[in-house]
């Protein structure tokens, strides 16, 4: 397993997204890939399954200080009171003490950026979360959060996999000493059926899907890939094995195109 270093977050570079898992098949997965390895969870107050994450990790009997949970307060919660009461709502979800990390999910234009980040700063000295950061921030939205902010902003979670240039938003983490976790890493399971990946994972007996992974793990970028299925929970970790050389990370970057999955009415102006 590779770590992702930011401040003094240390915490796993792959981990297991759960949006749309839902109920029993969430705790059950959950509880599958404690077993298999992973050790960095993502849930968040919109899936409606931070109960079912805590669940699964209770389920396994691996011990609390062993697994990184991440959640992310919704968009509609990001004024000061309801900031606050939503996070101790989500505590209390999870049952699983202190949260390890916690990122606001979206910008939210409506709501003063300095009274939700003070709020934010207010849940880590607190004592709710242990780190605190972003998601589906921008280089504008990076630098503004980073001057408000009287506590460190760990990481930025954003969209990241070969058929999209983050260049930027890469450059800007780095800038600032915050960690990139790619969510939707594997394209939302296209990555598998890619001629040019499935070509490069031939050589080292890895699917498409794998060799995205590895494309972000090399440059030093966290991921969250999501399944349902218990085999390709193996296979999305089985991914520590094998070095892509420059060259191969170099045409997978080529793939690049306009190739945004995840947008909303409420997304920012993306760089
Ligand atoms: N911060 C945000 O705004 C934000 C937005 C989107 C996502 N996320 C987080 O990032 C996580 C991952 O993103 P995502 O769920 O959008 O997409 P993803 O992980 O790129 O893809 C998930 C899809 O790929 C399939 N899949 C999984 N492993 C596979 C494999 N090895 N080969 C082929 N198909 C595979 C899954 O289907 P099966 O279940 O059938 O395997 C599922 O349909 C989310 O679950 C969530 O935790 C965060």
Known sequence: MLYLDARDAHFPALGLGTWELRGRDCARIVEQAVRLGYRHFDTAQMYGNEREVGEGIRASGIKREEVFVTTKVAPDNLAPRLLERSVKESVGALRLGEIDLLLLHWPNKGIPLAETIDALVGMKRDGFVRHIGVSNYTVALIEEASRLSGERLVCNQFEY?????????????????????????????????????????????????????????????????????????AENIAIFDFSLSDAEMKEIAGLARDGRLVDWAWSPKWD
């Open 161 to 233: 996999h070969p058929y999209l240039d983050q260049s930027k938003v890469l450059a800007a983490c780095r800038a600032h000493g915050m960690a990139a976790v790619a969510y939707s890493p594997i394209a939302k399971g296209s990555t598998r059926s890619d001629s040019v990946l499935t070509r490069i994972g031939k050589t080292y007996g890895k699917t498409g899907a794998q060799v995205s992974l590895r494309w972000l793990m090399q440059q030093g970028v966290g991921a969250i890939p999501r399944t349902s299925k218990v085999e390709r929970l």
